[in-house]
């Protein structure tokens, strides 16, 4: 019998961000997380009580007691599948970082994945933990930090550069927050870890959003940071919050 995870929230929507953006997803939100992001807008914090939609896509939310077994998430899968046939393309693991979960999840993913596709959405810091879940990932969206976004104490380049040697083989791509104050040179660091892996990996950038809802950078220098990385990597891509810019959740 696998452990029970604690976790923030369950909802459906549309995929915003990233490879499958524009998807319809089963989104878990897992509680806790490693790292302290200055632009993050989930509340990760461990308690006793989360939320479930109570109907997918309804926006409505209900009690969701704490600690969560396999049993009950997979109960609520397959309800929702009965609702929306064929309305969800696969279930997004989120946080907070989902491989705080690592054991766990190792245990819980072949179960899920034997009716839903998994997409694991993760701050790209852990790569000994990945190395427990990969086989049973289908795909990996690995958000590499910028100081001048996640605003993060320590450099996590070194980090980042593990990760994604051990998600080689995975259908990963990468995804980075930029904003204004995003320099040529944090491009080229990115851009240098990536080739020095996996130059074919899809790069997407990502505008950062602003707690009013505008954006934080303009669209010239988000022009030409595309135009940088583009010089480097074959395949970068700027998508910005399409769930936001929808009001979807």
């Avoid at 914090?45 to 997979?74: A, M, T, Y």
């Amino acid at each position: 019998m696998s452990d029970p995870v604690y976790i923030s929230e369950i909802f459906s929507s549309i995929q915003g961000e990233g490879m499958l953006a524009g998807y319809r997803q089963i989104f878990v939100r897992l509680m806790e997380c490693n790292l302290d992001c200055s632009y993050c807008d989930t509340d990760f914090k461990k308690s006793d009580s989360g939320r479930l939609e109570s109907k997918p896509g309804s926006g409505l939310f209900i009690d969701l007691p704490q600690p969560v077994p396999l049993h009950r998430l997979s109960a609520i899968f397959d309800d929702w599948k009965l609702q929306l046939p064929g309305a969800h393309h696969s279930v997004s693991f989120t946080g907070g970082e989902p491989l705080l979960y690592a054991d766990t999840l190792a245990e819980w993913f072949p179960e899920i994945r034997k009716n839903l596709l998994i997409h694991l959405e993760t701050n790209g810091t852990m790569h000994l933990a990945l190395r427990r879940v990969k086989q049973h990932v289908d795909y990996i969206s690995m958000d590499m930090k910028l100081p001048s976004t996640a605003g993060c104490a320590v450099s996590l380049w070194d980090l980042h550069a593990l990760f994604l040697r051990e998600a080689q083989g995975s259908n990963v791509s990468v995804k980075a927050v930029v904003g204004e104050l995003t320099s040529a040179g944090e491009i080229g660091q990115l851009c240098d870890v990536i080739s020095s892996v996996n130059v074919s990996t899809p790069l997407f950038l990502q505008p950062l959003s602003l707690p009013d809802g505008s954006i934080g950078i303009t669209a010239a220098h988000i022009l030409r940071l595309q135009e940088l990385a583009s010089s480097r990597l074959p395949d970068v891509r700027v998508i910005p919050q399409m769930h936001k810019l929808l009001g979807a959740l």
